[in-house]
């Protein structure tokens, strides 16, 4: 038994530094990977705000009309106890990201301020700025960087996760990782492990994640034996910026505030947008569902968009794009509130949306699903611990808006405590586990890596990436017919099959990227299976997840949980299902176009 | 070949932090609307020269590609900026791009920009919070004060400050902007204050605040427009302050 375990923490966006904060606080001693310095973490890119029922604007909030949107906006596919710990916990850390020095916007008595987002109709949602997941990724970093300078947390920064070092008991026993600049892998011992690697964008191609988003770690921990549990639910956000390199979110709290989707109601209007009047332009949102309008859920109002663009033919100029129109709004409200947000537009775009209506199209912008926790937020690896959008837990079939920065800290307040008590209550420490152990997942790695950069072949990996993008956002979005999933999942196979044939143009060995890049790219393509399979299977629309041969939720066959496990042999998924535990709240239908 | 629908890059290589560098130049297929980093993204899939050469692809740092994260700070036509938001529409032709020059370049575009880290650490740029167990409400500020903190906590240690600054170097050590305007963001706040005699102590001595010469280069190139300079006047009046508090205790 650990009084002060060792502990790992392998990702440094806001559920891994929540994690490190509680097990440094306890006692633990963390060793922190992160592919960026913690403070470049995708958390940052957060921007609309993060919700807690505070009730501050007599509207007679609760948490658990927060929890009851939490779980009807995720279709009823999460299950229920651990969502209700969330929304009864965020009031709480509000006022901790408050006491932090979060700068978030104040109302004019100096109470923190609310505002509306997608989902619910209560000003919930706590902001600073339309930045706020840099503001509360940087207020934790600084807690971290105070315990490290007390010497209780030892970053590794610039260290990439190769896989976990699991002993013949399948207890997980410490990490193997890979030194980004001298290439060099090594195990690192640890009484508990906790990942918090974050999202999948880059199995898209372009998504509104940031580069490290590639879903590598936990593909290599399902390879391992975790299950990977509701893969095929993937958020397709809205409002994005379409671009060369990338898809910008425009965030939701653009809408909070005030902004109308809307197209002309003439299919090819040439007319500068600002000269078209009002009864020629189509708020489509408003007028399909009016008790949220622009405010209803991500998938919905995706789907909305869609459905004007491709079915009625009314996208701007004949493009996929749908206006965002803020500039009905005062500008020093929208300085005071967007500015982070509209900065991003005008530098990307080159317009100023006080002035002009936005352009935007949906992108692909998050993962519900991801590695299968327990309640304790434990893998079916015992002592691997997740946390943050790598886990599956608190978002059901379609996650709401504001709610990913609660769970991420959350998620990450549950896995640092836990994982120090399980670290305690072991009878053999880390200490004593065999030598042979770590050895042998280190020769398993370097002979990985010395089989890529000696590879022969003709295939270049970033190719096989932007075709492993385009195949995953044509087949696995927003619409999904299973013969498409099919087609996806058989390109998966056909590109697994090149890998093989894959040749470096770099094969030195200091800060190789190209090769860092190659590694996470199988793991791309293993994990894609996943969500191609799992939505296949999955013969109902449900969320996120939408067919339209299968339009109507089906809880008799599919209110259950899907676990992916990887089966060595056949070197593809397996599935299996698991009933969702809905012990709080009955299932109903979900449906936005009246109150619930 | 360059025609009118390519776009000519200039890149200063080097293969690690020992080597010497060289340049590349590559022909990139336009596209309206592309930034650098796509540019660098384009020299990955194909990684062939202007000249025909294979070479190999180029390393550089980046993460967010919407100018949050401070990953992709660089040096393009002479200018320190941030690689996602160089639009090449905007800029001119053929377009240099090459690694800071004040910091240890590791290999190609990627520099270590570690020390911001460190120096952050030296001036115990955090809140000291009791405990993450549940406290109550933080202090109460009104939106005047929110929107003085606000602007400096935008700050993302992509240094471009400090790679502008010309005292910031390794005769002075300076410590350079960013991390003098995180004194006064932490000063500012109601529980930060605490350490601030701490914080003005740590930018007192070599590398410290009077280093600062006033070229305002660092307000100039600062991606979040931050006020750098307003923030190294307030923090130095408070630095002489508490040195002539310090004078007289002794």
């Known amino acids: 038994m650990a009084i002060n375990p060792k502990i790992i923490v392998v990702g440094g966006g806001l559920a891994g530094l929540a ?264 708020y489509f949102l408003e007028e399909w569902y009016p008790k949220y309008g622009n405010l209803v859920p991500r998938d919905v109002a995706t789907r909305a968009i869609f459905k004007v663009v491709y079915e009625y033919n009314l996208g701007v100029d004949g493009q996929p794009m749908v206006y965002l129109d803020l500039t009905h709004i005062d500008r020093k409200v929208l300085d005071r509130k967007l ?49 943050g959008e790598c886990e599956y837990q608190y978002h059901g079939a379609n996650r709401l808006g504001a709610n990913s920065l609660v769970s991420c800290i959350y998620g990450g307040f549950q896995a640092g405590p836990n ?85 470096l143009s770099d094969k030195s060995m200091w800060a190789n990227t190209s090769f860092v890049f190659t590694r996470q790219l199988y793991n791309m393509l293993q994990l894609s299976r996943v969500v191609a399979q799992g939505a296949a299977l999955r013969n109902e629309s449900r969320g996120a997840h939408y067919k339209p041969d299968f339009p109507e939720r089906d809880d008799q066959n599919f209110l259950k949980t899907t676990k992916a496990y990887f089966a060595p042999d056949a070197d593809e998924p397996r599935f299996e299902f698991e009933p969702v535990d809905v012990s709080l709240i009955p299932p109903r239908p979900r449906r936005y176009d009246v109150a619930k | 070949m360059a025609n009118n629908n390519t776009v000519l890059i200039k890149v200063k290589r080097q293969k690690d932090p020992k080597s010497a560098p060289y340049w590349e130049e590559f022909d990139i297929p336009y596209r309206s609307g592309m930034n650098v980093i796509s540019a660098l993204m384009d020299v990955a899939l194909n990684p062939v020269t202007r000249t025909g050469q294979p070479t190999t692809a180029i390393a550089y740092d980046s993460n967010c590609l919407e100018e949050v994260c401070g990953s992709c700070a660089m040096l393009i036509n002479g200018r320190t900026r941030m690689a996602c938001s160089a639009l090449v529409d905007d800029l001119e032709k053929p377009i240099s791009i090459e690694p800071f020059t004040k910091f240890p370049v590791i290999r190609d575009l990627q520099v270590d920009r570690s020390v911001l880290f460190e120096n952050l650490k030296r001036v115990k740029a955090w809140v000291p919070v009791d405990g993450t167990y549940d406290l109550g409400s933080g202090p109460r500020l009104s939106p005047v004060e929110q929107e003085q903190a606000y602007p400096l906590s935008r700050c993302i240690s992509c240094c471009c400050c400090m790679e502008a600054c010309p005292q910031f170097n390794e005769q002075t050590g300076f410590v350079g902007a960013a991390t003098i305007s995180q004194v006064r963001l932490f000063n500012t706040h109601p529980t930060g204050k605490a350490l601030k005699t701490e914080r003005l102590r740590a930018l007192m001595g070599d590398g410290g605040i009077h280093e600062c010469g006033y070229a305002q280069n660092c307000v100039e190139v600062c991606p979040k427009e931050i006020p750098l300079t307003q923030s190294i006047a307030e923090v130095g009046g408070q630095v002489m302050l508490q040195a002539f508090r310090d004078l007289l205790r002794k």
């Open chain 1, 19 to 282: 994690a490190v904060i509680k097990v440094a606080e306890m006692g633990g001693q963390v060793d922190l990977f992160s592919i960026v310095p913690v403070k470049r973490s995708h958390s940052v890119c957060a921007q609309g705000g993060i919700n807690a029922a505070k009730n501050l604007k007599g509207e007679g909030d609760s948490t658990w009309q927060h929890f009851d949107d939490t779980v009807y906006g995720g279709d009823f596919l999460a299950n229920q106890p651990p969502v209700k710990g969330m929304c009864d916990a965020a009031p709480g850390i509000i006022d901790l990201l408050d006491r932090m020095g979060v700068p978030f916007n104040r109302t004019a008595e100096g109470l923190l301020d609310f505002r509306r987002f997608g989902g619910t109709l209560f000003n919930r949602t706590a902001f600073a700025g339309a930045t706020t997941g840099q503001q509360l990724l940087y207020a934790l970093d600084e807690q971290v960087r105070r315990y490290e300078s007390e010497g209780k947390v030892k970053k590794y920064e610039h260290w990439e996760f190769l896989s976990a070092v699991v002993d013949g008991n399948q207890v997980c026993r410490g990490i193997c990782a890979m030194d980004l600049r001298t290439m060099e892998v090594r195990t690192f011992p640890a009484d508990a492990v906790i990942i918090a690697t974050g999202g999948i964008g880059m199995i898209f191609g372009k998504s509104t994640n940031s580069v490290v988003c590639t879903g590598s770690a936990q593909s290599a921990l399902y390879q391992q034996g975790a299950y990977y549990a509701n893969g095929e639910f993937i958020q397709v956000h809205p409002t994005a910026i379409p671009g060369e390199d990338k898809l910008r979110l425009m965030s939701e709290s653009a809408r909070g505030e005030g902004g109308r989707i809307w197209v002309p109601k003439q299919a090819g209007d040439k007319r500068d947008p600002r000269s078209i009047p009002a009864n020629e332009r189509w």
């Open chain 1, 339 to 387: 500015e982070g947000i509209l900065e991003i537009y005008e530098k990307f775009v080159g317009d100023d949306p006080r002035d002009v209506p936005m352009k935007i199209f949906p992108g692909m912008h998050y993962t519900m699903g991801g590695l299968w926790v327990d309640f304790n937020q434990q893998t079916n690896i015992k002592g691997l611990f997740a946390a």
């Open chain 1, 419 to 503: 994982a120090v008590k399980y670290a305690r209550s072991q009878q053999t420490s880390t200490d004593g586990v065999s030598s042979t152990v770590f050895d042998a997942e280190r020769k398993r790695q370097e002979e990985a890596n010395d089989m890529l950069i000696s590879n022969q072949g003709n295939e270049n990996p970033f190719q096989l990436w932007r075709e492993l993008g385009a195949v995953m956002t044509k087949n696995c979005t927003v619409i999904r017919y299973n013969k498409g999933l099919e087609e996806a999942d058989a390109k998966l196979v056909e590109l697994l099959q090149r890998f093989r044939s894959v040749n």
